[in-house]
């Protein structure tokens, strides 16, 4: 995954989200945040850039104050794409498993792959 700091490179996803509302509504507000100066330390991550199958947008990891906060430990997502969904669930390092997390995101499929990964690593979900 590689994190978007260029504005140029917001600006076009902010646009690009735009098209696909409200489905990518939890992801647009952060990307949003992020390029009108980030107040909040998050930062926007994409599997590959500019043809996105993936977006994922979270807190810098500096920033994690308590590994149990699942409230500020708050991931927003956007796919294109089924396997991009499992394969950052499953193994990405962007998803710290170690810490409790919530996953906010709009489409359907988020709720079964989330389950299906974390059974599959004897995970409990709630």
Same mark, same amino acid.
């Given at each position: 995954m590689?994190?978007?700091?260029?504005?140029?490179?917001?600006?076009l996803?902010?646009?690009?989200?735009?098209?696909?509302?409200?489905?990518?509504?939890?992801?647009?507000?952060?990307?949003?945040?992020?390029? @009108?100066?980030? &107040?909040?330390? *998050?930062e926007?991550?994409v /599997?590959?850039?500019? =043809?996105?199958?993936?977006?994922?947008? @979270?807190?810098? &990891?500096?920033? *994690?104050?308590?590994p149990? /906060?699942?409230?500020? =430990?708050?991931?927003?997502v956007f796919? @294109?794409?089924?396997g991009?969904?499992?394969?950052?669930l499953?193994?990405?390092?962007?998803?710290v498993?170690?810490?409790?997390?919530?996953?906010?995101?709009?489409?359907?499929?988020?709720?079964?792959?989330?389950?299906?990964?974390?059974?599959?690593?004897?995970l409990q979900?709630?």
């Open positions: 590689q994190i978007l700091r260029c504005p140029a490179q917001l600006q996803l902010e646009e690009t989200l735009r098209k696909s509302l409200p489905t990518t509504l939890p992801v647009l507000g952060t990307v949003m945040m992020v390029a @009108r100066g980030n &107040p909040a330390a *998050h926007v991550l /599997d590959s850039w500019p =043809n996105f199958g993936i977006i994922l947008t @979270r807190l810098r &990891p500096e920033e *994690h104050k308590d149990r /906060d699942h409230y500020i =430990n708050q991931l927003a796919y @294109r794409d089924k991009a969904l499992r394969a950052l499953g193994g990405s390092e962007a998803v498993q170690a810490r409790a997390f919530q996953i906010l995101g709009m489409q359907e499929g988020l709720e079964e792959a989330v389950q299906d990964v974390a059974g599959a690593k004897g979900v709630e």
